[in-house]
């Protein structure tokens, strides 16, 4: 398990939840309980949300929401880092409570795992926050319960990814990690059951993560075509990052509409980043793969 962050101050310690893209997204089948069967490359951004946490001495578990995709967010019962905050706390069947505060940096709806990154983070800070014992597998099974990206998330480093998130295997790729890479998001947002719904259904083939050059060359998102069917924008996003200089691989992440675009150094990276902001209404985000 990562270590959190830095303690901020006396009795408050913090935890990024790092932004997470799929470098290539395969969907091989629709499962009999009505999940998919996926396989992916999951990589992780340097950057994400920021969560701190505090120890609320009544037990209670309390949210705060800020940052600059806070706003309108819900800080109740359903939020993934509330319910992420109070599954950890009946498990462990502790009495011991905590102040959490969000800052949301990362947009919502987005495909790039904010509220499952999040939701990761919350209990790698809560199990160091409440001295929890709990074991890596245990750990693990509360987050599959709260969505199929967190499990992933919990440790945010490159890994390939099957089933709906349960099958997790930590995978290097020579060149990957470290690579400048930059983020942009059109400003919308995209419903993932409804891109789900869109997919044709046709299975394309096995992901080969073999090499940086077998993912650039063969790999792909099964569900970029349905996620620009509902935003036809996210093909404008690509568009202007497939034809920056310098740029190895430019793809849509998980459900959109988030893109990514990997670079061979930083300042070709920022001169994308000058274009894509020129564009109003266009998150973006230079960051780079993080590593282990």
Same mark, same amino acid.
């Given at each position: 398990m990562p270590l959190p962050d830095m303690e901020v101050d006396a009795g408050i310690i913090a935890e990024t939840a790092y932004a997470k893209v799929n470098v290539a997204l395969h969907v091989r089948a629709r499962r009999d309980d009505g999940y998919h069967a996926l396989e992916s490359l999951f990589v992780f951004a340097d950057h994400g949300d920021h969560i701190v946490a505090s120890e609320n001495e009544d037990g209670a578990i309390d949210l705060a929401i800020d940052g600059p995709f806070g706003e309108g967010l819900d800080a109740g019962p359903s939020n993934l880092v509330m319910r992420a905050a109070r599954a950890l706390q009946s498990y462990l069947g502790t009495e011991r409570g905590a102040a959490l505060r969000l800052t949301k940096r990362l947009p919502v709806a987005s495909g790039i795992g904010g509220g499952s990154a999040d939701a990761?983070?919350? !209990?790698?800070?809560?199990?160091? %926050?409440?001295?929890? +014992?709990?074991?890596?597998?245990?750990?693990?099974?509360?987050? !599959?319960?709260?969505?199929? *990206?967190v499990p992933a998330c919990l440790d945010s480093v490159t890994q390939m990814v099957t089933g709906r998130g349960e099958g997790l295997t930590r995978h290097s790729v020579?060149? %990957?990690? =470290?690579?400048?890479?930059? %983020?942009?998001?059109?400003? @919308?947002?995209?419903?993932?059951?409804?891109?789900?719904?869109?997919? *044709?259904?046709?299975?394309?083939?096995? /992901?080969?993560?073999?090499? %940086? *050059?077998? /993912?650039? &060359? +063969?790999?792909?998102? *099964?569900? #970029? $075509? $349905?996620?620009?069917?509902?935003?036809?924008?996210?093909?404008? @996003?690509?568009? @202007?990052?497939? #034809?920056?200089? &310098?740029?190895? /691989?430019? +793809?849509?992440? =998980?459900? =959109?509409?988030?893109?990514?675009?990997?670079?061979?150094?930083?300042?070709?990276?920022?001169?994308?980043?000058?274009?894509?902001?020129?564009?109003?209404?266009?998150?973006?985000? #230079?960051?780079? @793969?993080? =590593?282990?």
């Open positions: 990761a983070a919350t !209990l790698r800070l809560l199990a160091r %926050l409440w001295d929890a +014992r709990i074991g890596q597998d245990e750990l693990a099974a509360l987050a !599959l319960d709260l969505g199929s *990206d020579d060149g %990957l990690e =470290g690579m400048p890479m930059l %983020l942009v998001n059109p400003g @919308v947002g995209v419903s993932t059951a409804a891109v789900f719904a869109g997919w *044709d259904g046709q299975d394309r083939g096995a /992901l080969d993560a073999s090499s %940086l *050059d077998a /993912l650039i &060359g +063969r790999g792909r998102n *099964d569900l #970029e $075509p $349905p996620a620009r069917a509902i935003a036809p924008v996210i093909g404008d @996003v690509l568009a @202007v990052l497939g #034809e920056a200089p &310098g740029v190895r /691989l430019a +793809r849509m992440s =998980g459900s =959109g509409a988030t893109c990514f675009a990997l670079f061979d150094n930083p300042a070709r990276m920022a001169a994308a980043a000058s274009l894509c902001r020129a564009h109003p209404g266009w998150w973006v985000m #230079e960051t780079g @793969v993080r =590593g282990v």
